[in-house]
């Protein structure tokens, strides 16, 4: 990351105000705002489907150019453990007919490529999500961890932002920020209504863009662009009832807040806090051309990570359909 | 698997005279039946949504108990690289205002969960799917591999046939089969008409009986229940226009054709020449035990795999609605 | 292991008076009784050498019989990234003159073959060898880790005391133990004499009996042969300034102390109070073969563990000369 | 690689008349010019011990600036799964006695340190050292693995010839040659004699000037100093009956013959044609400083890689006793 800024107030400080809904659903919930997507919800989602054209929102896995990461975490490695070459060498397994096969194996960060992560995944204070104590996450995380949002899934109405589009860019600026008022008006300039409990994706042009870029340039002082925290930020994210914020960056906001220096507050004020799901490193651009082309900014979105138990994240692969 | 019978006929023999689907979809096809789901296809699915019910498919990964693999996989390993052990020591890193974070990595078996097969993952003859040389599968597969199937998703109407319930048992035995007739006795019986283009899901009880099971009993002489090879079969898929095969076994079909001993041919028969995908240990019994209570055994399928370049299948969580 | 006695006495307690030598050899050592293998010793080690015959102690890493490790750990995983595979199906790289190559990659735990602990692999109190704070091992070990052994490397005069021998037996049994008066009392049937500052190397026949056994058997009730506990063993230890006990065994030490109960006492009395490096896991059998045929139980002892940084452990295949 | 000049000659024709060692030692045998290395020959190492001084060769694992590695291969990646942080957060497993532990897994390449090749490593023609079919190397080598080189291991007299300080620099630039008259020289303006079937470490001072450099200048046009081949190298090497090369290089040899283009001849000539083992990576910085100051340029020499199975080398740490 770049030269860390040093903040003269604390997450705690900074966010000792701001709401909360810990019990709202439950002393043992895990999935948090998720449960706003009741089966109204579901229905208000398929009744967004028109054409039946459908994307796929994850980023490539083990690219040739490589795989966007957060700095410190590595890229896939993958495997092959049984292919042709065993057979065509004579190593291979004598299965009865003759059948060939190929098999493979990987080595990923659960949150090394487009990814939701569990409600527990950052904390402030030795508490997470609904109060749990952070001390559960050694070793692997036994609450609020990934596996429960991947065994509910995510399925509503789904509403795509293009903020790049919108401010006439490619790809936003390193550290350029947004805030939801921001949000609105480029919804209302794509036509765009944003509704309550509507799965929120936003457009930066972020990791479209690194697979243009020079990966040294890429994470060369690490500040992505993207939303950055308010109190009326987090107010309207809770009052609109947002089950889930999707983006094309790596951590869903401005790397350090640009009034107080705090890194990801608003993975604090938005998931800690509020239960908010996040999804991270989402491929949104051949989604946002078409929507850009169609001017239908809506549809049912449906994901569920991988169900790994203990996950602080876990990798997923979104299907959205209009 | 179980002593292998010797089978007196070769895999290319026996289906010398099976239906092909290569070059139907264009010589660069790597996603076959797919292309049968259409947006029309992708309407008809959404069509068959009634309640907001929805359903994830995938088993665990990292369960306590184990995870079900085929015979000479491993099970997934998952280290945790940060949590609130490394800050309660003093040793996480200092982010401005304090954040704290949980990280992990997994090492897994491509084909180590509820997964989709690549078009490409088994083959005879030194030919693929769709003509492609088999050479194309060494060190990481160039050529059908999971990939497009990950970049495009699978969306259409699903039907579940439940054989299990409607042989009366909560599982079907080691080695027992069924066939095409009898999927659509099942189908019969529940009240269910499977139509062409369907997303064809079976149940045979086996993946959740795993949970229940001492591991070596389940493995020992492994033999799993499933379809069986017939040419009627093979032609009743084609003609069916069966986009894609989701079943809770490992691998699909009974293990070992009975009647001439070979290892996996509709393996070959159904994905090698004709293209449908195999999505295989699927967790069926929540999904099964719903449809039997409400009976809507019809619903809108939506998977999409991890979009692993060069991999021989990749791990999915599909997500039913109903 | 086996069902865990419940001791009535913790660790701190059992090794309140223990003799301890922290701070003998500078507060900022890590290599604790390996200061005793000064130049001197090493060339009483070189004295030891007769014939030049050699052995080679460690056991395989990814036998096709499976790796022993302790309950818990996993066998190590090896990868080919590279074979003739990839060339035979034109998938290798082509080097200018056309040479081939095979390469691969390991999983292992450091600790899950032959290997040396670092003195901080085990603690209690919260304090690791010389008082460092049990923090430093969070993550990753930054003080007592294996690396400056490995830096260091282990040479002096070796002398195998052959305990299955001489109690006529192939192994010892499950739980079977042995005090230093044992030692001494084998030392003297076998006609060899333990000098101050010997490298001290234990054969039980465990390891070796892995290979002959089922896994199953091997593992139930998991319970070691080897030293016990008690005061006299420890000052004996001390006295004898044995530099490095090594054992065909995965812990050096009889499970459970009979007596307290106790879990690896030896570990803490031994390697956390007195910096007597353990080495686990080593093939004895060859090694004592020879020995009882040539009747002769002492020479030069070889080896440095992987120098991994952090490490808690690292493999190592030590080298006797004879 | 820096960018490949086109070689006009096949590693097959440049070494058509070179000569060979294979079946000298036997139809199996897997270790080559190891059985040099006979008893006789230890002894002579043990007679060239004088102070008892030690030095370990091995570069470090998991540096915090970084492992070298050649390119293309990945640096090694630790991770803990238990320590401190576990106990302190209540996640660790209770001992009888509250002993607690730290415990880690690796994953590296084979090749990824200071390690020896296997005999089989590389070829060209379709055969191994001793004639084996290099389809023997397909998923793991079952040839001329490493794993008989690390039973035998390695013991003999070494002498260290450190062509950088002959040069009068502290590394040789990239792609700079010597040949065998250069270590001659070398050796007697050392004052050192090279006898036969000593195990020849020659100091390029390579290895330990990238802990100095910047890694991207490390690596850019991959082209490192070395052994350069002629038909008279080969035959020294042959008549000297040099039984083991070590190199502070990662491949032994200038990465390209300078006159004909082709990568690593003296990889075939030597390792694959004559079975003389090849070390690499080895810290020699150390060792040489003491070598200068001392003028004892040869010693008794131990090392013995870990007993990979299958492994197309393995990693070593091997010790000198001067």
Request: aromatic residues 10%; charged residues 25%.
């Amino acid at each position: 990351m770049a030269d860390d800024p040093k903040p003269t107030i604390s997450m705690a400080e900074l966010l000792k105000d701001s709401p909360m809904n810990w019990g709202k659903w439950g002393d043992d919930d895990e999935v948090g705002a998720l449960n706003y997507l009741d089966p109204a919800q579901v229905l208000r989602g398929v009744a967004a489907v028109k054409s039946g054209k459908t994307f796929t929102l994850q980023i490539p896995v083990n690219h040739p150019g490589g795989d966007p990461v957060w700095p410190g975490r590595k890229e896939a490695q993958k495997f092959n453990v049984m292919d042709r070459g065993h057979f065509a060498c004579n190593k291979g397994p004598h299965f009865p007919g003759a059948l060939e096969y190929s098999d493979d194996v990987v080595l990923m960060y659960l949150q090394g490529s487009t990814q939701y992560d569990a409600l527990g995944h950052v904390w402030y204070g030795d508490q997470l999500w609904n109060g749990y104590d952070a001390a559960t996450t050694a070793g692997s995380m036994t609450k609020a961890d990934v596996f429960p949002i991947a065994q509910r899934g995510v399925v509503g109405r789904g509403v795509l932002i293009d903020m790049a589009r919108h401010r006439g860019k490619d790809v936003l600026d390193k550290g350029e920020t947004f805030t939801h008022e921001d949000l609105l008006a480029a919804a209302e300039a794509q036509g765009t209504r944003i509704e309550k409990r509507d799965i929120l994706i936003i457009r930066t042009g972020w990791i479209g863009s690194f697979y243009r870029r020079e990966k040294e340039e890429f994470y060369k002082d690490f500040l992505e662009p993207g939303l950055t925290y308010s109190p009326e930020l987090v107010n309207w994210f809770n009052d609109m009832e947002i089950p889930n914020l999707v983006t094309d960056t790596i951590a869903n906001e401005v790397t350090f807040d640009p009034v107080h220096g705090v890194a990801l507050p608003l993975h604090c004020a938005l998931m800690r806090n509020l239960g908010i799901t996040l999804t991270e490193i989402a491929e949104l651009d051949p989604l946002a051309d078409d929507c850009a082309a169609d001017r239908q900014y809506t549809f049912l979105y449906t994901a569920a990570p991988l169900k790994v138990v203990g996950g602080s994240g876990a990798p997923v692969n979104p299907v959205v359909i209009k």
